[in-house]
């Protein structure tokens, strides 16, 4: 284990791990950064870290730190210029960007795809909610928010890292890819006049759709898919906030397959007995 100190905010370094804070240039370079004690324990386990930057003194409870990962100790005035928010828990850690793809996710269970969603916080929620509801793995297609964010990590609450992951891939390669592996896919959408409560899942698994906060699902991006859906409102709110209709929708979803899967088990038939007419 490397042990390093920062005292000053000129550092280079410190100007170098600041650029993280870009979506482009945690892109270019496959990393990104992780603030506070649980989400830096959640990267730990996953095997994502590569450096941990830590104040000396912080009182902390983190998992063990493999040999490998690079320590660094921060002055907290450096720790707070790296950390996005106002009082930072003394922990930061620069992590290795996970890098899942489509033929890791699509065919394999339910799957949740996230199509222009813009607002870190929605998106992060959404995953969270994905991981808990047992989700094979979340989509964010090109033009969605970057789920490696500081605002979407804090959201996922670890999950980013329990599932999954697949960015930067356009909606039509989602869709080929759900069809060629017989995933039906399906959409959220408010327009539509099927109330996902009476949603029923079939045996193959379900891709679930979710649009842009503002403008929803794109009506040609609605008509390629296998259907819609809709959270129905009841009393007087115009709509609900993407990241609540796509916990009700995820859990529908999970529910219907839960069913399923449980469902009492038929009686054996008596060896010789037939089950009634053109029995052969």
């Known amino acids: 284990m490397t042990v390093d100190a920062i005292t000053s905010t000129r550092n280079p370094r410190v100007r170098a791990l600041a650029g993280l804070a870009s979506a482009g240039t945690r892109r270019e370079q496959g990393r990104h950064l992780v603030e506070g004690p649980h989400a830096v324990a959640e990267a730990l386990t996953a095997g994502v870290v590569e450096e941990l930057l830590v104040v000396a003194d912080a009182d902390l409870v983190l998992p063990p730190v493999p040999a490998e ?62 991981d808990a509801a047992g989700a094979a793995g979340v989509v964010l297609t090109d033009g969605s928010v970057d789920p490696y964010g500081p605002k979407a990590l804090r959201a996922a609450a670890g999950s980013t890292y329990h599932l999954p992951v697949v960015t930067g891939v356009d909606f039509p390669a989602v869709l080929a890819a759900c069809r060629a592996r017989g ?63 796509a916990a009700i929708a995820i859990y529908a979803a999970a529910r219907s397959r839960a069913a399923r899967q449980t469902a009492p088990i038929p009686p054996a038939v008596a060896p010789g007995a037939g089950s009634g007419p053109g029995d052969g």
């Open 183 to 245: 995933q039906r896919v399906l959409g959220l959408d408010g327009n539509a006049t099927t109330s996902v409560f009476v949603l029923e899942i079939d045996d193959a698994p379900v891709a679930l759709v979710l649009g842009n906060e503002a403008h929803g699902l794109p009506a040609e991006v609605a008509a390629e898919l296998d259907g819609t859906v809709a959270v129905p409102l009841y009393g007087r709110a115009e709509s609900l906030n993407v990241a609540a209709a």
């Open 69 to 130: 990962v690079r320590v660094t100790h921060l002055a907290p005035h450096v720790l707070e210029r790296l950390a996005d928010t106002t009082t930072p828990q003394g922990v930061l850690a620069v992590c290795r960007t996970p890098q899942a793809t489509l033929e890791d996710v699509v065919g394999t269970g339910a799957l949740v795809v996230l199509h222009a969603v813009a607002d870190p916080g929605n998106a992060g929620t959404i995953l969270r909610t994905a």
